[in-house]
């Protein structure tokens, strides 16, 4: 991967493009320090589907996808329930 100075990615941005279609991904450094990376669209597709977990992955998870509390077993309270008549 080759690195770009902010300022040269931007001077040159068609070259910058170009190496990346061409070459793959390309680094941005801002001050020496790594900033952002240029990346194909194709890849971007592929890195993005890749990070989403299908539904089945979803629903067999041990994760919780929300943040909120559940109350200790035995430990919810109930609604009253009105009588029949």
């Keep these: ?3 770009w100075p902010v300022q040269d990615a931007k001077a ?8 990346c279609m061409q070459d793959g991904p390309q680094l941005v450094t801002k001050r020496g ?21 299908s539904l089945k992955a979803l629903l067999l998870s041990d994760e ?9 077993r035995g430990q919810a309270r109930r609604r009253a ?5």
Excluded: G, K
């Design 64 to 72: 919780a996808r929300a943040e909120f509390e559940l109350p200790a």
């Design 12 to 19: 040159r941005f068609s070259e910058f493009l170009e190496a």
């Design 1 to 3: 991967m080759q690195s």
């Design 81 to 85: 329930v009105a009588p029949l008549d």
């Design 33 to 53: 320090t790594e900033a952002a990376v240029l990346i194909p669209v194709a890849e971007w597709r592929r890195l993005s589907a890749a990070a989403r977990p």
